[in-house]
């Protein structure tokens, strides 16, 4: 390759990354944990190679109720939409999924805290949230698997949709 291309290349390479790090920086900093932090950035990554990017919202430290949880992943594929309010997800929580990343140090180093964070868990699934949670361990070991098994998670739901909203 001519050298001249090879330099703008990399050039403009460069301003890609630092372009998406400056996008993705705002929400790197609302999560609240390392944990959380890995799976956003690989979540955002893996969707930017997806050939609908713009179908999937990740929003980190969503409010639900009186909770917040980790993430709520929504993915919005049959439905266009415009995010108002924070009301679109909840009047949807079909094409929805909360994503909990849970230590050990904060989810059950006490009684009190796991009873608690169950209590948690059940009443959001009882509004009709669908909740995937993954140890700390495992987005440590493996966060690449740990986004698929979210993604695939929407494959499922899009191949369960009739045949006239594929």
Sequence with gaps: MDKKVEELLEKRSQNIK????????????????????????????RIKAEPYEEYYWIMP????????????????????????????????????????TDSHLWHG????????????????????WHIMRFSGREIYRNVEKCVDET??????IQNKMPEKYR
């Design 18 to 45: 630092e372009e998406w790090k400056d996008i993705i920086g705002d929400e790197i900093e609302s999560c609240e944990s390392p944990i959380e932090k890995l799976f956003l950035i690989e979540f955002k990554y």
């Design 61 to 100: 430290q969503y409010k639900i109720n009186n909770y917040r949880v980790d993430f709520l992943v929504y993915y919005h594929y049959f439905s266009k939409w415009i995010f108002e309010e924070n009301e679109y997800p909840k009047q949807n929580k079909d094409k929805c999924l909360i994503v909990e």
């Design 109 to 128: 180093s006490t009684p009190e805290q796991f009873t608690k964070e169950k209590e948690r868990e059940r009443e959001l699934q009882k509004e009709g």
């Design 151 to 156: 993604i695939e998670y929407f494959s499922n």
